[in-house]
Nanobody
Framework: QVQLVESGGGWVQPGGSLKLACAAS????????MSWHRQAPGKERDVVAQ????????RYAGSVKGRFTISRDNAKNMVFLQMNSLNIEDTAVYYC???????????????WGEGTLVTVSP
C-alpha cells in the first residue's frame, strides 16, 4: 500500500537546473522524515538531503550544499529536491526515502521509491 514515486528526472546541461518530486501514498506523511539519496553507476548510494517531519530543519551533503534545496508539502504528501548549478558529477539515480519519525508510532518504518535518473552532460 505504501508507495513513493519519484518524477522530474531527465537530461540537463552542466550549470542547468532540475526539480525532482516524490509523491507519497499509503502512509501518514507528516510523521515521516524524508530524504533524497543518489547512486551513480559503480558507486554506493549516499544521502543527498534530509528534512524533518515538519520541514523545520534540513541537512545536506557537502557536495550539494548551496546548490540543492529539499522541501516538503505535507498537505500534498510530497517532497521536492530543487537542484541548481548541476555538474557532471551529479549524474545518478535519485531515490526518495521515508523514515518514521523519532518519537512517533511509525519509528522504525523505512520506505524507498524506485528512483529517477538524472543525467548531466554537455
Amino acid at each position: 500500500q505504501v508507495q513513493l514515486v519519484e518524477s522530474g528526472g531527465g537530461w540537463v546541461q552542466p550549470g542547468g537546473s532540475l526539480k525532482l518530486a516524490c509523491a507519497a501514498s499509503g502512509l501518514t506523511f507528516s510523521n515521516y522524515a524524508m530524504s533524497w539519496h543518489r547512486q551513480a553507476p559503480g558507486k554506493e548510494r549516499d544521502v543527498v538531503a534530509q528534512i524533518t517531519m515538519s520541514g523545520n530543519m534540513t541537512r545536506y551533503a557537502g557536495s550539494v550544499k548551496g546548490r540543492f534545496t529539499i522541501s516538503r508539502d505535507n498537505a500534498k504528501n510530497m517532497v521536492f529536491l530543487q537542484m541548481n548549478s548541476l555538474n557532471i558529477e551529479d549524474t545518478a539515480v535519485y531515490y526518495c526515502n521515508a523514515k518514521g519519525g523519532y518519537g512517533t508510532s511509525y519509528y522504525g518504518m523505512d520506505y524507498w521509491g524506485e528512483g529517477t535518473l538524472v543525467t548531466v552532460s554537455p
